[in-house]
């Protein structure tokens, strides 16, 4: 069964935590995405991968990290240099460069407490 | 700058009606322009693909449609379902071979019984 999960679905936080969102494809796609969406406003991509070992950062960068170490995998590290980190983030992969379509997962909702 | 915005914000309508959700974008050089049905709480998938030379694309209920020289681009919903509600959002791609995808804010359709 091929596609893309995140997990967990629902996460919370204490402020000055670091936490880790986990991101896995079976598609074989190269490319690998993190947006964050908040209410009012279209995705912000934070962090993209178009091979394994390397990652550029997208607009919103700041406060968070990435890894790249298996094709399958992009886990994303919330820091507790992000301000304000409560969101929906979602993960996408795609065969290639831009244009391909992208394949979303189903989101990780994270909750500063 | 690229943007694409999207109109209207949100929308209410009668299971059964038809509706249309427009999309703007100032993307060059333009590559595609994708349409995403996004349920709540959930990851976005793809309802539509729209390159330059296409003017029209049908997938069941829905129909898309894009004018590349004002740059416009619609979502024709017909007949429609409950299931409908959702978030819509257009994606324009950037030819430039890069990540970039440029996200509307969506339009946020809401069917009642």
């Known amino acids: 069964d091929g596609g893309i999960t995140q997990s967990p679905k629902y996460l919370f936080r204490k402020e000055g935590q670091n936490v880790t969102l986990s991101c896995e494809q079976n598609?074989?796609?190269?490319?690998m995405y993190w947006y964050r969406q908040d209410p009012g406003q279209g995705l912000r991509l934070i962090y993209y991968?178009?091979?394994?070992?390397?990652?550029q950062k997208g607009d919103i960068a700041e406060g968070y990290s990435v890894s790249r170490e298996k094709k399958e995998s992009f886990p994303l590290t919330v820091t507790s240099a992000q301000k304000n980190p409560t969101a929906f983030y979602l993960c996408?992969?795609?065969?290639?460069?831009?244009?391909?379509?992208?394949?979303f997962g189903p989101g990780t909702r994270l909750t500063v407490l | 700058k690229n943007q694409v915005e999207q109109s209207p914000q949100s929308l209410i309508i009668l299971e059964g009606k038809n509706c249309t959700l427009q999309?703007?974008?100032?993307?060059?050089?333009?590559?595609?322009l994708r349409w995403y049905k996004q349920d709540t709480g959930r990851g976005p998938v793809s309802l539509t693909i729209m390159t330059f030379s296409e003017n029209t694309k049908s997938n069941g209920r829905y129909t898309a449609t894009l004018d590349a020289d004002t740059k416009q681009s619609s979502l024709h919903i017909t007949a429609s379902q409950l299931s409908d509600s959702a978030s819509y959002i257009c994606?324009?791609?950037?030819?430039?071979?890069?990540?970039?995808?440029?996200f509307g804010t969506g339009t946020r359709l809401k069917v009642l019984a």
């Open positions: 994606v324009v791609s950037a030819a430039s071979g890069t990540y970039k995808y440029i």
């Open positions: 999309c703007n974008y100032t993307v060059s050089p333009f590559s595609n």
């Open positions: 598609l074989n796609h190269d490319a």
């Open positions: 996408a992969s795609s065969i290639g460069r831009g244009g391909n379509e992208q394949f």
């Open positions: 991968s178009q091979i394994v070992n390397d990652f």
